[in-house]
């Protein structure tokens, strides 16, 4: 490599990576163990008084899991990545490495549903308290700041409705306050937004969704700086929350094509809302590359790229919707997102189902809305199948 900063899909393809000593396979193996010996008592003692010195368990640590950790440091401009085995076991496992019983948290109200179910209705029962604020204004969040807050969390954009925070002025809120800020990036990726280099403390990802990118791997990745991830670190020892070296791998290869799959992803996103948007069958499209998202402007100042999530609202009642999602072709439908493969769903009936109808319309998600994860096919086929399928509502 070139002695100066390597760019993000080189760092992507060749961070972590090592010819094996052994066989000079270029590909990182799978270390499919859970253990690891020594040939003596030294070197065992040796290990177990400093864990970076060698391997002994895999719940630890694993050459595999090591592997992707490198590779995530760098392209997400972080001191320490640390994988885990789903979006949830990086989220809890970090969450609880920073609250103690008696703190508080200050949350945005828009977030992932399992997240909002953790902060909501777990925490409370171990005496942390959180504060879920509905705002996209950063200086709301500040102002519910108690002196026992230990968190500020958040995402952007928001599922389902693409709702932007203004990353850098969060970042700076939480350095004034000293308190660690901590934002799931699993929307946009570090391909397209980079809240470390904004002034955010820990990020986290779903690394299932575009990390990932091939809809085959549950993970997740909590990234940041020593201090704070040596505490994410214990946590994830004691709560265990690893992938298996195999999940790892896959994760490993996956984010290896991230910013090729990112642009066609973005450009997808672009092309399709651009249509939806003309469309005399849809109400409203949510995406915050359109000029008509109320935070375009905000989003043009972070983003690199808008990503691959649009939100619309399909003209008429339930009939409707069930005569447009029966009709398609090529997107799928079914949860989650970030895959090569377009995906979508009502998240009135998915994601968000557990919210009563009445905080489902003070959330702004009405049940004709749905969520389309675009994949990596190609934009005019995307486009056709949305336009049949559209045209087939009586
Ligand atoms: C934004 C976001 N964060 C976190 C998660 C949780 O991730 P996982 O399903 O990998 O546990 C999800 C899952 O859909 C998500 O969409």
Redesign the pocket.
């Known amino acids: 490599m070139s002695p100066k900063d390597p760019g993000f899909s080189t760092k992507s393809v060749h961070s972590g990576e090592k010819l094996c000593p052994v066989t000079g396979s270029i590909i990182t193996p799978i270390y499919q163990t859970s253990i690891f010996g020594f040939p003596d008592l030294d070197s065992l003692k040796r290990v177990f008084a400093d864990h970076s010195k060698g391997y002994f368990y895999t719940r630890y640590s694993n050459p595999t899991l090591e592997a992707i950790e490198k590779k995530l440091v760098d392209i997400m401009g972080a001191q320490k990545a640390l994988v885990f085995s789903?979006?949830?076991?990086a989220?809890t496992s970090a969450i609880m490495s920073l609250v103690c019983s008696g703190d508080h948290i200050v949350s945005a109200f828009d977030i992932?549903g399992?997240?909002f179910n953790f902060f909501a209705n777990v925490l409370p029962r171990y005496g942390v308290t959180v504060d879920l604020i509905e705002t996209t204004e950063a200086g709301r969040l500040a102002e519910s700041i108690r002196p026992n807050t230990k968190v500020i969390f958040f995402?952007s954009p928001t599922?389902p409705l693409l709702k932007l925070m203004d990353i850098a002025e969060v970042g700076k809120i939480g350095k004034k306050h000293g308190i660690p800020t901590f934002m799931?990036n699993?929307?946009a990726t570090s391909f397209n937004q980079r809240p470390i280099e904004m002034g955010i403390d820990l990020v986290m990802h779903?690394?299932?969704?575009y990390l990932g990118g091939h809809s085959d791997l549950?993970?997740?990745v909590v990234a940041g700086g020593e201090e704070l991830m040596g505490r994410v670190m214990s946590s994830r020892y004691v709560f265990g929350g690893v992938p298996d070296p195999q999940s790892a791998w896959l994760l490993m290869r996956g984010v290896k094509t991230l910013k090729v799959r990112m642009e066609t992803h973005n450009q997808n996103g672009m092309k399709v809302a651009q249509f939806l948007e003309k469309h005399p069958r849809i109400d409203r499209v949510y995406y915050p590359g359109l000029r008509s998202h109320p935070q375009h402007e905000l989003g043009k100042s972070q983003m690199k790229g808008f990503g691959g999530m649009v939100s619309f609202e399909v003209e008429g009642a339930n009939d409707a919707l069930g005569q447009f999602l029966g009709s398609l072709r090529i997107c799928q439908l079914a949860v989650?997102?970030g895959g090569i493969e377009s995906l979508i769903c009502p998240p009135a009936l998915t994601?968000h189902r557990r919210l009563s109808p009445s905080e489902r319309m003070r959330a702004g998600i009405k049940d004709n809305l749905l969520r389309l994860s675009l994949g990596i096919e190609d934009s005019q086929d995307l486009i056709d199948d949305l336009d049949q399928a559209l045209n087939s509502i009586s």
């Not at 789903?86 to 076991?89: D, E, I, L, N, T």
């Not at 779903?206 to 969704?209: I, M, R, W």
């Open positions: 789903s979006g949830m076991a989220l992932y399992g997240t995402e599922n799931d699993t929307f779903s690394a299932t969704k549950i993970g997740g989650s997102l994601t």
